[in-house]
């Protein structure tokens, strides 16, 4: 059977490197190596754990060496990471456990001179603790929360000092397991009495037709998740789309829609009766989309290889168009926690990007038609301060809802949505 802290080290190494999503990454790594229930969840919280905790295990590893933490071997300097991630942050694993098996993975790699380095500096750690500076500077704010000081700036200029720490602290946390019930296979009652009989713990939301799941689920292997009867969705996306309200035998246009969730809850609301065209820019996953709508049994839903900043007439006119727009994900980094890590100027060009989607998706609107525009971020330059340069511009379109879903508040994903109708 694989050793999930081996595993564990050479994913993270291959994120890294190779700028891989860590979700795509993790669930890759779970088909395709041998391990138990146990194994699987502890390897994914050390994955997710050691990036999310990324800089403050840095800082801890930095005070402990007299060289560039860039200068040590890209597997040890992995195994180093877990291994405090462990120390300080999994309060189930002993300190000495750790320490050894860290060390064991060293000598059995090809940087097996590292092991007695690894020891010393793995023993160090320990003995300093984990002592952060006492102030409130940027500085201090980012080894805390192992944020890069640029998102700690931005969400500071956006939302004042104290909500930018709670969104901090906030994504730090586990984030909630929130699945939307299919409706087109199964009623929300019948639902929950096969949640009961699989002794799956739940909180149900009636308003919105979907579940936030207690201490986590195994969805892949879920008998229910075969059947169709849900999918995952966090409840900040599903309540976009319920403000969008699309009605049945329309014509809705979902301009970046991988993986699918708003067209499929979409497709609910409508009572899988009309037209949803899907489209996405890569044809892997367009073929994802047509897969999933396939299996939740969705047959309204037509995916679509298509750019989304190019106007095609030939799609013709919708009365509902979901702009959920790329983004910096800076709502979603306790999801995603290597989003983290990306350079500032890899999101320059975004607000343009978003600009050319939304004015395209303008051209697309029926008259009294309504476009959602959406994000999950909580940069105000790519959510209001973008729509309202949008309505400046195109002053035939007006703004008649507005939300952002705060972590801390809405406990969701932090997201943000605006409802613009012509």
Known sequence: MANPRYLAAKLLNEIEKDNKYSNIAVKSALENNDLDAKDKAFFSALVYGTLDRKITIDYLIRKQIKVPIKKISPFTLAVLRTAVYQIFFMEKVPESAAVNEAVK??????ENRNSGFTNAVLHSVIREGLNFPEDDSIKTLSIKFSCPEWIIESFINDYGFETAKLLLSESLKTPPLSLKINTVKIDSES????????????????????????????????????????????????????????????????????????????????????????????????????????????????????????????????????????????????????????????????????????????????????????????????NENLVNSFLKEYNEFQKVYEHTFMPHIDKTDGFYCALISR
């Open 105 to 110: 993975l060293v000598k059995k790699s090809k």
């Open 191 to 382: 639902f929950l009495k096969e949640l009961k009989k699989e002794n799956i713990s739940f909180e149900f939301d009636k308003q919105n037709n979907s579940v936030i799941i207690d201490g986590g689920m195994d969805i892949a292997n879920n008998e229910l998740y075969k059947k169709g009867y849900f999918y995952a969705q966090d409840k900040a996306s599903g309540n976009a789309i319920k403000a969008l309200n699309p009605k049945p035998h329309s014509r809705v246009l979902d301009m970046c829609a991988s993986p699918g969730g708003k067209s499929f809850t979409a497709a609910n609301l409508m009572e899988n009766k009309g037209e949803i065209i899907s489209c996405d820019l890569y044809e892997q996953r367009v073929g994802l989309i047509k897969k999933t709508a396939a299996h939740l049994g969705l047959d309204i839903i037509n995916p679509k290889v298509a750019d989304a900043t190019v106007f095609d007439e030939n799609l013709g006119k919708f009365d509902f168009i979901i702009c959920d727009v790329p983004c910096s994900g800076l709502g979603v980094i306790r999801r995603k926690p290597e989003l983290k890590y990306k350079e500032q100027t890899d999101f320059s060009e975004l607000e343009n990007i978003q600009y050319k989607i939304l004015s395209c998706a303008a051209k697309y609107l029926k008259e009294d038609g309504k476009i959602l525009y959406s994000t999950c971020t909580l940069r105000k330059g790519e």
